[in-house]
């Protein structure tokens, strides 16, 4: 059974910041790996997706990475900002998305 | 920008009541999904359909849980008769045509359901 792991459970860091979010799994057997933004009760925001065959994607300050053989993944946030501030999941494919419970990140100004 | 609608926002219903959830996927997407995410808990998967039947489905969806495509544009999830344990959010998602597993999934904004 997929599980999916997200460290740190928080981070809080002052404007300007660059920072990483680490996300491990279990099985390599996946299609690919997304990021999602959640904004409290809101919905799910896809950030970015990348390929099992892929190791990088980049949309404008963010960077992410997949290792699929080691079962991890990593966003990078540039330059943060107080409106990053948010939940970030990150979610694996097989048939269905196997999400990680999230790391809160605060972003202060 | 084509997005996944969902209604409604937020629903309130007495245990024992029947509840369906809507979804609008997005139109030319033929590969649909319901995901729940119980407050402060992961997202979990419940249900994936396509060509007009359930192709996976999780253990939390059970015969109380039922999902239909009835007219070729909304895509339904319906809970009999609600327990309290079924409060939460409840998240609509569709993947495009080509590529179906290898492509981005697209989330509605979620329908809160609280069981009173």
């Known amino acids: 059974k997929q599980e999916v792991t997200q460290i740190p459970a928080a981070l809080s860091v002052p404007e300007g910041e660059n920072l990483v979010l680490n996300c491990s799994f279990t099985d390599s057997a996946i299609y690919n790996l997304q990021w999602f933004r959640q904004d409290p009760g809101k919905g799910l925001t896809s950030l970015l997706l990348i390929q099992s065959s892929q190791r990088e994607q980049t949309s404008g300050r963010l960077n992410a990475s997949l290792d699929k053989s080691s079962g991890r993944s990593t966003l990078y946030i540039a330059a943060s900002q107080p409106g990053d501030s948010a939940t970030y999941l990150c979610?694996?494919?097989?048939?269905?998305?196997?999400f990680g419970k999230g790391t809160l990140l605060t972003v202060n100004p | 920008e084509p997005e996944v609608t969902q209604t409604p926002s937020h629903q309130v219903t007495q245990m024992g009541q029947e509840v369906i959830l809507r979804c609008v996927p997005i139109?030319?997407?033929?590969?649909f999904y319901w995901y729940r995410q119980i407050l402060g808990q992961k997202v979990e998967f419940l249900v994936s359909?396509?060509?007009?039947?359930?192709?996976?489905k999780s253990e939390i969806f059970d015969d109380q849980f039922s999902v239909e495509r009835p007219d070729g544009s909304n895509f339904t999830l319906k809970i009999r008769s609600t327990k309290l344990e079924d409060s939460a959010m409840y998240f609509c998602?569709?993947?495009?045509?080509?590529?179906?597993?290898?492509?981005?999934?697209?989330f509605g904004q979620g329908t809160r359901l609280t069981v009173v």
């Open positions: 139109s030319n997407h033929l590969y």
């Open positions: 359909f396509y060509n007009n039947e359930i192709s996976e």
């Open positions: 998602a569709s993947n495009p045509s080509k590529g179906g597993m290898n492509t981005e999934a697209f």
């Open positions: 979610a694996v494919r097989d048939y269905k998305l196997t």
